[in-house]
């Protein structure tokens, strides 16, 4: 058995995403990139993290209506969690 003891300086800070819009709408014929929407991430450490962000997405441009875009993304210590939402309307 081994017993690992690690100290930690500083605090880390909870983690932040910023997206360039909070709604959308476009066309049946384009196409979407979730990814596209986020302008800054930061798990409380590391700044720049947006391959770390859950990006859950039900968005059909194949089928006009609203959807919702929900990005997750947890703090380094995995002790906190910030959720953004985008809101997509897809038009024919």
């Known amino acids: 058995e081994i017993t690992v003891i690690a100290y930690i300086e500083g605090a880390v800070q909870d983690p ?3 997206l360039s819009e909070t709604s959308v709408t ?10 596209r929407y986020i302008v800054y991430s930061s798990d409380g450490f590391s700044e720049n993290v947006s391959d770390k962000i859950q990006i859950d997405s039900s968005v059909d441009t194949a089928a006009a209506g609203d ?8 703090s380094a210590d995995k002790t906190a969690v910030t959720t ?9």
Not at 26 to 34: P, S
């Open 16 to 18: 932040e995403i910023r």
């Open 26 to 35: 476009i066309r049946n014929t384009e196409y979407f990139d979730a990814k």
């Open 84 to 92: 953004k939402v985008l809101k997509v309307k897809v038009e024919v």
């Open 67 to 74: 959807y919702r875009v929900t990005y997750r993304l947890y």
